[in-house]
């Protein structure tokens, strides 16, 4: 967990999201289908909690600068919409981060541009995928909205840094802002 102590300086992930060498998997947004809060659209889509939620995560990416960033998502409404609220404009829609599976962490090394940050907003089926193929152990399913961060160094190899869920946003960026 990120947020906790100082794991986000200790991890390097300041350093490394400002070289451009980071990743992360977001998980979308709380689901319309699977909640009792109101839907902003279609049964496919995400709550209205789920938007505020991926607004204030996408407050957090933006404040690390997203200069130096891509962002993608699968083209499933849920992800479209959560990457609409993270960032005020709509992802680029890429069919693998639907289908994931075996070929995952390479899918994410394939598409990662050296010095240029890649953020994927995706499922957590996917996020699974990769974290069993990268050999991190973590919860059986991401949270919505949760982050999980991963360093790619230029020859692909990955270590996983670690997750800030939603609500830890805004721990994550005092500690980042106290410490300069």
């Not at 070289?19 to 998997?25: E, N, T």
């Not at 609409?84 to 709509?90: C, D, L, S």
């Not at 639907?98 to 240029?116: E, P």
């Amino acid at each position: 967990m990120l947020a906790e102590s100082d794991h986000m300086a200790t991890a390097g992930v300041f350093q490394r999201w400002q070289a451009g060498d980071v990743v992360v998997l977001v998980r979308h947004a709380e689901r319309c289908d699977q909640s009792k809060n109101p839907c902003l659209g279609p049964a496919d889509g995400i709550t209205q909690v789920g938007s505020a939620a991926s607004t204030d995560v996408g407050k957090g990416f933006n404040a690390l600068g997203m200069d130096h960033a891509d962002v993608f998502s699968s083209p499933a409404t849920r992800t479209m919409q959560t990457a609409q609220y993270m960032f005020g404009k709509e992802a680029s829609r890429q069919e693998w981060l639907a289908q994931c599976g075996k070929t995952m962490r390479d899918d994410v090394v394939a598409h990662k541009t050296a010095h240029r940050n890649l953020v994927l907003v995706t499922h957590s089926g996917c996020i699974s995928d990769f974290e069993k193929q990268t050999g991190f152990k973590h919860a059986p399913t991401s949270q919505y909205t949760s982050a999980l961060f991963v360093s790619v160094t230029a020859d692909g190899q990955l270590k996983v840094l670690g997750i800030v869920n939603s609500q830890d946003w805004p721990t994550v960026l005092d500690k980042r802002f106290a410490s300069k």
